[in-house]
């Protein structure tokens, strides 16, 4: 009986180390990830993502790392990254993302089309789109010439100027630009020897006329309340940045404008959510569910209205406008401007950061 006694006493120890065992190694699992650098409101961004996870992941902890993707290089210890899809090109060839299957993550069909489509050359997708931005107009509806213009050539020969930041990237993003506009050819962005015979330096120079002096220089980021404040007609911004109107806000219009004086060929940045190279099979199928998270669509509605302020941030997902537009009738021209057909994704060729003053 004694011997019974042990053994049953030895089996209930050995399942309570097991147990102990298995719930502490779930509690040790980590996912990281990072967010795109600039991101408007990020801190929020992860709140609302950290809380999701937790009904999904009780048992696994998710850590947001500090990564920017212009000049960190390889994303060591990061699971899901979160870069620009200016740079995928880069990326894909210095190894640092999986190749993803988009329809085992999201559902294809509430996403506009040009944000699926891969960089030229590859038939995988190495990124699932979360926000998109692009290059807009922001002006004054009362402001006639920027009322009509259509290209950087005809505001630089009205009487009216915008605010256009160089701070950043120098004139380089803005003649990446006009080289598709020039040439009618999205993808000569990405080879940067099909760009070498491409003249801009009229564009260049429209560029300069068309903005206000003072502030070619300054932080992007401070044209909204400039704007507001009267200091020009409007300005070359994100959609985000509309988040800090108010003055002006009503009498608002937004447009893209051509960067030549051929149509616009409409390009978008977009922060794309990604699989580090580095990630073992194992912790795949985790990093898949927090893609599905940031990518989900009442996810992305949470983060564009913050204390109840829209944030104006786009989505890559149709159904997104059709909720936001009731209630922030902004969103019904967001809707206009990326539903065009034409649109496509901005990347640039490999070592496009390396010939910029940024790194």
Known sequence: MPGAVYLAAVIILAAAILFVAVTQSKKDRTVTYSLYPYLPEAGYYSEVLEEEWSKLHPDVTLEHMPYN?????RPEGIDVVMYDVLLEKEFVEKDYLKPLDVHDLIDTEDFYGFTLEPADGYQDNYGVPVFLCCDLMIYDRNDSELNKA????????????????????????????????????????????????IDVSANRKALANAAVP????????????????????????YAETMRSLSARLDRTEIKQISMDEQDNVPLYYCDMAGI?????????????????????????????????????????????????????PM?????????????RLFRAYGSFMDDTNRR
């Open 69 to 73: 993707c212009y000049s960190d290089g």
């Open 150 to 197: 259509e290209n950087i050539f005809d505001v630089a020969g009205s009487d009216s100027s915008i605010l256009i930041s160089f701070a950043m990237y120098g004139y380089d993003i803005y003649l990446l630009d006009a080289a598709a506009d020039k040439t009618q050819d999205p993808v000569a962005t990405q080879y940067k020897d099909r760009l070498k015979d």
């Open 214 to 237: 003072e502030y070619r220089d300054a932080d992007s980021s401070d044209f909204a309340g400039l704007y507001d404040s009267g200091a020009a007609g409007g300005y070359i911004g």
């Open 276 to 328: 580090s190279a580095d990630v073992p099979e194992d912790q795949i199928g985790l990093c898949m569910d927090l893609i599905r998270i940031m990518t989900d669509r009442e996810v992305m509605e949470r983060a564009s209205v913050k204390d109840g302020r829209p944030q104006y941030l786009m989505s890559p997902r149709i159904s997104f406008y059709d909720d936001m537009e009731k209630e922030y």
């Open 331 to 343: 969103y019904a021209k967001l809707k206009d401007i990326v539903a065009n057909e034409n649109n």
